[in-house]
């Protein structure tokens, strides 16, 4: 069994950063890749950021230059510092990994989602 948890949400206003984290656990061979999704009120979720196992890095257009993710494959973490937030990212944030088990089966994960807004 794998699990994802994330950590970090919260509360920030205009133009403030916040660090989410996301840990995966449980039966896991070999994670390739990891990346954030976040699903506003009303909307679909939409990819915010992914990274590889050799670190190539892709993200959405709209938090290039403002969101930087990062993973420790040694302890299967991925993180999403997020900096000068505007309104517009409040949303749910989702972590997300596409990994194979210990019986080298291949998944996608999700962990359970973390709040963030930000206040004008």
């Known amino acids: 069994q794998v699990q994802l948890v994330e950590s970090g949400g919260g509360l920030v206003q205009a133009g403030g950063s916040l660090r989410l984290s996301c840990a995966a656990s449980?039966?896991?061979?070999?994670?390739?890749?990891m990346g954030w999704y976040r699903q506003a009120p009303g909307k679909q979720r939409e990819l915010v950021a992914t990274?590889?196992?050799?670190?190539?890095?892709t993200y959405a257009d709209s938090v290039k230059g403002r969101f930087t993710i990062s993973r420790d494959n040694a302890k299967n973490t991925v993180t999403l510092q997020m900096n000068s937030l505007q309104p517009e990212d409040t949303a749910v944030y989702y972590c997300?990994?596409?990994?194979?088990?210990?019986?080298?089966?291949?998944?996608?994960?999700w962990g359970q989602g973390t709040q963030v807004t930000v206040s004008s």
């Open positions: 449980g039966s896991i061979f070999m994670i390739n890749a």
């Open positions: 997300n990994a596409n990994l194979y088990t210990s019986t080298l089966t291949r998944g996608e994960y």
């Open positions: 990274i590889t196992s050799g670190g190539r890095t």
